[in-house]
């Protein structure tokens, strides 16, 4: 954890650094978010919308921190605790990513944001897959229905398809690149279905198990 601790710490001053240095350059308004079609609409005054995004950084990191100290299966944490720093160390680099593409446009760079992100959210939910795969029953991370935390059977079965499920979320969310048009659908509708799917299969699961 130590090595991934320094290297996300790095990622955060170095997007505080960046915010600094565009501070004096940027307007009072910047644009901070896009539509399902890739247009501008919202906009932060600079101070928000330099530095949210670093904030937010940090105080994810030490929730991440923190998780597995409180968490009452921590000894659970502990047997997959490389994928978890791994899946932390990469969600630190997606929303530096998406902070630095928010950076370019609004130094006049244009380009499509959602064909721009699939890429990130593919290998993210691809990944998540790897973590969920090898993850043991815990209160934080992974597919956390009343029947998977009642269960080590069920939380195995139902994070052996849920790992499935979610590298097939990250081949579907590279289609993007392809499809920008509907991009952001090729993110939100597999995630929405496999999760009720998932959701379903671990009731399924501890039934058959009860009835056994």
């Known amino acids: 954890m130590k090595k991934t601790n320094i290297f996300i710490f790095i990622v955060i001053l170095a997007s505080f650094v960046i915010g600094a240095y565009f501070y004096p350059q940027f307007p009072d308004k910047i644009a901070s978010h896009w539509n399902v079609q890739g247009h501008v609409d919202g906009y932060m005054s600079k101070s928000w919308g330099l530095f949210l ?14 998780i597995p100290k409180i968490d009452p ?7 997959f605790r490389k994928y978890f720093d791994a899946f932390i160390a990469l969600i630190v680099l997606f ?18 944001m959602g064909r721009a992100l699939m890429p990130a959210m593919g290998i993210l939910f691809y990944f998540a ?9 815990n209160w934080f991370i992974g597919i956390r229905t009343p029947w998977t935390l009642s269960s080590d059977n069920v939380w195995d079965k139902t ?9 097939i979320a990250g081949v579907i969310a590279f289609l993007g690149i392809f ?4 991009a952001f659908w090729l993110v939100i509708i597999p995630i929405i279905l496999f999760a009720i799917f998932a959701f379903v299969y671990s009731y399924i699961v501890y039934k058959k198990e009860e009835e056994k």
């Open 53 to 66: 995004l670093p904030m937010i950084l940090l105080v994810m990191w030490l929730m991440f921190i923190l």
């Open 129 to 137: 897959g790897i973590l969920i795969n090898h993850s043991k029953r």
């Open 73 to 79: 299966l921590k000894h659970n944490i502990e047997k």
């Open 159 to 167: 994070h052996q398809l849920g790992a499935k499920l979610f590298k």
């Open 179 to 182: 499809f920008p048009k509907i």
């Open 95 to 112: 929303l530096f990513y998406l902070y630095i593409l928010t950076i370019f446009w609004n130094m006049g760079a244009r380009f499509d």
